[in-house]
């Protein structure tokens, strides 16, 4: 009995051991999936914050650039040097833009600076085409560079400043950041700008708040989201898709990059209703094979082929081998611009690789239209007494933040073309815009 009680003992004991040892085992797997997955974390948040780091440095770098090339342009005589400092300018902006959208920091926050750099890009980018099909600077050429330089100077003076903050270990960026006021400039952009419109008439109408085409619709995953995104694009050519991210500015999306074909696109898919919110082409086009009428015709078929509607061309540029169309939706026969979709069409071989349809998915509804209280022969014996009236039609334009619904009157002052925008209501002259036409391109300012 005694021997039993012994083997039993010795049984207990060993089962003990090895729970022991299970356990011990257990644990050392633990600390070690812990301290892995510590250092994996650590490695995404040094990326992550080597990312921000190099776009904040670049922004600096780039906005001097800006400030420079804008006083160079002042005084420069040699019109091919205008032209490249131009183009020099028209460049660095686009760069400013991509790296300030890589700072970890509220759409709220950035959307001044984005839209002073980006008019100021549009800008030399317009003055450039113009330049190049012969024209000549004017002096109110000459008055919105000076105004560019003055507030491009101010900002990266700003910016320097936030850089040495920075460099001293002041939490600029992140959840640990100061309060926002302290990120000036990039919270506000100092100065007065023009508002530039070369995106075509309103283009630059309201940007922010509720994406209302988006309201409704069901969430997808990041599988439902590549899918969507490569059915969009179209399997015209050898297609890559990447992922590379979540985002959620200006709304929660996720992020691709792209290979298509010859071109190298960044993409986003909203997590609302799995819909692309932007196609960006990161590669460069030399040449050109097909007309503007032909690269129009591409992007409008791209357009109803992705079920977007009826749409009417309102703005047509080229540059660098790149046709931009901006296209309103219509409703009616009303054109409505607060609904817009901007397409790039590569003129080398028609191929769509750029679309930013963040207008028409903040804006697209189906309205209820009123009818108008004057005629379109009364909306056009509205306009300025120098000008002659061609025709009127109706349209809906935004105006801080409302929608109003307005005769588009074209008219003319015998020299160049003009779009007033007279209440259909109330037969205010609301808006009144100058078409200018530069070899390629037209645009209203």
Same mark, same amino acid.
């Given at each position: ?123 030399? =980018?317009?003055?450039? +085409?113009?330049? &190049?099909?012969? *024209?000549?600077?004017?002096? /109110?050429?000459?008055?919105?560079? @000076?105004? $560019? ?56 109408? =309201?940007?922010?708040? +509720?994406?209302? &085409?988006?309201? *409704?619709?069901?969430?997808? /995953?990041?599988?439902?989201?590549? @899918?969507? $995104? ?216």
């Amino acid at each position: 009995m005694q021997k039993t009680h012994i083997l039993a003992d010795a049984r207990d004991r060993d089962w003990q051991r090895a729970g022991l040892v299970a356990l011990a085992m257990l644990l050392a797997a633990v600390t070690v999936f812990a301290v892995a997955q510590t250092r994996a974390l650590a490695t995404a948040n040094a990326r992550i914050d080597a990312v921000a780091q190099k776009a904040f440095y670049e922004t600096c770098e780039l906005t001097e650039g800006l400030a420079v090339n804008f006083r160079k342009l002042l005084v420069a005589g040699e019109p091919g040097q205008v032209q490249a400092l131009l183009n020099e300018t028209a460049l660095q902006a686009q760069g400013a833009m991509s790296n300030l959208a890589l700072l970890p920091l509220g759409q709220d926050t950035v959307s001044a600076t984005l839209k002073f750099i980006n008019q100021a890009g549009d800008f030399a =980018r317009a003055l450039s +085409e113009k330049l &190049a099909d012969g *024209g000549t600077m004017t002096g /109110d050429d000459y008055a919105t560079l @000076e105004t $560019l330089s003055e507030t491009a100077a101010a900002f990266s003076v700003g910016l320097a400043r936030l850089l040495d903050r920075y460099e001293r270990g002041e939490a600029v960026f992140g959840e640990d950041a100061a309060d926002p006021e302290s990120l000036y400039p990039i919270a506000n952009p100092a100065g007065e700008y023009p508002v530039l419109l070369y995106d075509g008439p309103f283009s630059d109408g =309201r940007t922010d708040g +509720e994406f209302k &085409a988006l309201e *409704g619709l069901p969430e997808v /995953d990041e599988a439902q989201a590549r @899918e969507a $995104l490569v059915a969009f694009i179209g399997q015209q050519q050898p297609l890559e898709v990447r992922y590379t991210g979540e985002a959620s500015v200006p709304v929660p999306c996720y992020e691709y990059d792209v290979r298509f074909g010859d071109y190298d696109l960044s993409a986003g898919v909203t997590v609302a209703g799995g819909q692309v919110l932007y196609m960006l082409c990161d590669t460069a086009v030399d040449g050109a094979s097909i007309t503007q009428s032909e690269a129009v015709d591409a992007a409008q078929a791209f357009l109803i082929a992705r079920g977007y509607g009826n749409m009417e061309m309102s703005y047509l540029s080229q540059f660098d081998g790149i046709a931009t169309v901006n296209f309103a939706a219509l409703q009616n026969g009303v054109v409505m611009y607060p609904d817009l979709v901007k397409v790039q069409v590569s003129m080398r071989d028609g191929a769509v690789i750029g679309l930013e349809p963040a207008g028409y998915l903040m804006n697209h509804v189906e309205r209820t239209v009123a009818l108008p209280t004057l005629t379109a022969d009364a909306a056009m014996a509205r306009v300025g007494a120098t000008l002659t009236p061609l025709n009127a039609r109706l349209c809906v334009i935004p105006e801080n933040g409302a929608e109003y619904l307005c005769y588009e009157v074209s008219a003319t002052d015998g020299a160049g073309t003009f779009l007033a925008y007279i209440d259909a209501m109330t037969g205010v002259e609301r808006e009144l815009m100058e078409v200018v036409t530069d070899g390629e391109s037209s645009f209203v300012m």
